[in-house]
């Protein structure tokens, strides 16, 4: 069945480091891809998406591309700011012979520091 | 502000209760999904309503059951309350059926059974 896996947490970075989070995924469709972020005390909110093998979304700083032949969607940014800790997750929707599906990772929580 | 909402923010009530979920979409969108999140089984999907009608079905119990009425708001019955049951209900909507459209999610609410 589908599944969504993501890199386990808490990550702690210092301002201004690199941010990878590692996303991988099975899926028996042609999912569309999806990195949401959750904020201390507040629901989800789309950071970026990709519908399409090898599509690059992208927001804010943050980068995340479609690879289908790794079955991967890793979280990127250059360099990371105070205000981007928060709780990411990484989502896949599919359809199967029973609908639509959403699935989401356990989510991975960031602290960056100054 | 998602411009999803819900109430209430938080619920506390015994096992064997039933309790109900109310969530407005944003204006304009027809989808409205739920989701639980909870500490061990992280955010699960629960259902899809588009316009009324269910379109999918994901990790929901018989004991909980949900309906969309005319204006789009929707609402998240549980019953026979357990105590595994605690957690924090997500609403979501979007503007259409398809798997790419972006979710928009309300603040939640947290829901404790003792």
């Known amino acids: 069945g589908n599944s969504v896996t993501q890199m386990e947490g808490p990550v702690t970075l210092s301002e201004e480091a690199f941010l990878t989070i590692n996303c991988t995924y099975t899926?028996?469709?042609?999912?569309?891809l999806f990195w949401y972020v959750q904020y201390p005390g507040e629901g989800l909110q789309l950071l970026l998406k990709a519908t399409k093998a090898d599509d690059k979304g992208s927001n804010k700083g943050f980068e995340a591309t479609y690879r289908k032949e790794t079955t991967s969607f890793h979280l990127e940014k250059g360099s990371v700011q105070v205000s981007d800790s928060a709780v990411y997750f990484c989502a896949l929707s599919d359809l199967v012979n029973t609908g639509n599906q959403f699935y989401f990772g356990t989510g991975t929580s960031l602290t960056v520091i100054p | 502000d998602s411009g999803v909402t819900q109430t209430p923010k938080h619920l506390i009530t015994a096992t064997g209760q039933r309790v109900t979920l109310r969530c407005s979409p944003r204006?304009?969108?027809?989808?409205v999904y739920w989701y639980q999140q909870s500490l061990d089984q992280g955010l699960q999907f629960l259902i899809q309503y588009y316009n009324g009608e269910e379109r999918a079905k994901g990790n929901i119990l018989e004991r909980f059951s949900a309906q969309q009425f005319p204006d789009l708001h929707s609402e998240l019955n549980l019953s026979s309350l357990e105590l595994g049951d605690s957690a924090l209900y997500f609403c979501a909507s979007s503007v259409g059926d398809s798997l790419s459209y972006e979710q928009y999610f309300g603040p939640g609410t947290r829901l404790t059974v003792t």
């Open positions: 204006s304009g969108d027809l989808s």
């Open positions: 899926a028996t469709g042609y999912p569309s």
